[in-house]
């Protein structure tokens, strides 16, 4: 795996994760969330529009780069 591929998967780890632990940190009894991919992939795309389409500081691949290639 090249070096860069590496990035862009640590990126995208490091959303889903910073995602993951903003959904249990605001809520008091965390024990009781279970881990649901369609809500950490809702608030991405939200973030995603907020930091691309509002403020206008990155780019998708910036933020969440596209690893499919």
Not at 35 to 60: A, F, Q, S
Request: negative net charge; hydrophobic residues 40%; proline residues 3%.
């Amino acid at each position: 795996m090249k070096i860069d591929e590496q990035m862009k998967i640590n990126q995208r780890n490091f959303v889903i994760d910073e995602i993951w632990d903003l959904i249990v940190n605001l809520y008091p009894a965390r024990d009781v969330i279970k881990y649901d991919e369609k809500i950490i992939v809702r608030i991405k795309d939200v973030l995603l529009n907020y930091y691309i389409n509002e403020l206008k500081v990155c780019t998708i691949d910036d933020f969440y780069p596209d690893i499919s290639n």
